[in-house]
């Protein structure tokens, strides 16, 4: 039984581990932190194994506790002493490495800043669906909401996006 979870667990990091950091970045916007979230992730998995009904797929059950954990994170004492803002002139005045390169030009930068003043249920559906790639029937399963539900707050995400971009003077075609 414990060589049986010891693969799963093992076939379930190798799958998703990847994403399920890229999904945690994208809520609490500290490399290290989202690793954490996705090893407590992987932790509750393994040790609730034996509970997973298979009522969704694996990979919408792991979204579910890495959202769940970041959720909990975001919530906690502990962030809400984090200067924000400090965090963002850090980031981007210190690009090292690619990914960090990527996030540092200005339309990349304005697009996630106006992703972070989503609230958060168009935030996690938003995420879910592009950066996550789940489908829309994975997202609904993830978010236990329906599917049209979902349809409609990512395409109110999309709205909000495009008008926080709009009021930022964000020019689509723009060289600069």
């Given at each position: 039984?414990?060589e049986?979870?010891d693969?799963?667990?093992s076939?379930?990091?190798?799958l998703?581990?990847?994403?399920?950091?890229?999904?945690?970045?994208?809520y609490?916007?500290?490399?290290?932190?989202?690793e954490?979230?996705?090893?407590?992730?992987?932790?509750?998995?393994?040790?609730?194994?034996?509970?997973?009904?298979?009522?969704?797929?694996?990979?919408?059950?792991?979204?579910?506790i890495?959202?769940?954990?970041?959720?909990?994170?975001?919530?906690?004492?502990?962030?809400k002493?984090?200067?924000?803002?400090?965090?963002?002139?850090?980031?981007?005045?210190?690009?090292?490495?690619?990914?960090?390169?990527?996030?540092?030009s200005?339309?990349?930068?304005?697009?996630?800043?106006a992703i972070?003043?989503?609230p958060?249920k168009?935030?996690?559906?938003l995420?879910?669906?592009?950066?996550?790639?789940?489908?829309?029937?994975?997202?609904?399963e993830?978010?236990k909401?329906?599917?049209n539900?979902?349809?409609?707050?990512?395409?109110?995400?999309?709205?909000?996006i495009?008008?926080?971009?709009?009021e930022e003077?964000?020019e689509?075609?723009?060289?600069?």
């Amino acid at each position: 039984m414990k060589e049986h979870k010891d693969a799963c667990l093992s076939n379930a990091m190798a799958l998703y581990g990847d994403y399920l950091v890229r999904v945690c970045y994208t809520y609490v916007q500290d490399w290290a932190i989202a690793e954490d979230m996705v090893q407590d992730t992987f932790v509750k998995y393994y040790e609730k194994m034996e509970q997973f009904r298979e009522q969704s797929s694996v990979k919408t059950y792991l979204y579910r506790i890495a959202i769940n954990n970041c959720h909990s994170y975001l919530a906690s004492w502990r962030y809400k002493k984090l200067q924000v803002i400090d965090y963002w002139h850090k980031l981007i005045g210190h690009a090292v490495d690619p990914v960090h390169k990527v996030i540092a030009s200005e339309s990349d930068v304005m697009l996630v800043l106006a992703i972070e003043k989503l609230p958060t249920k168009y935030k996690d559906v938003l995420l879910l669906y592009h950066f996550a790639e789940l489908s829309l029937k994975e997202v609904s399963e993830t978010l236990k909401m329906p599917e049209n539900t979902v349809k409609t707050r990512l395409r109110r995400a999309r709205q909000m996006i495009g008008v926080t971009l709009q009021e930022e003077g964000f020019e689509y075609g723009s060289d600069s």
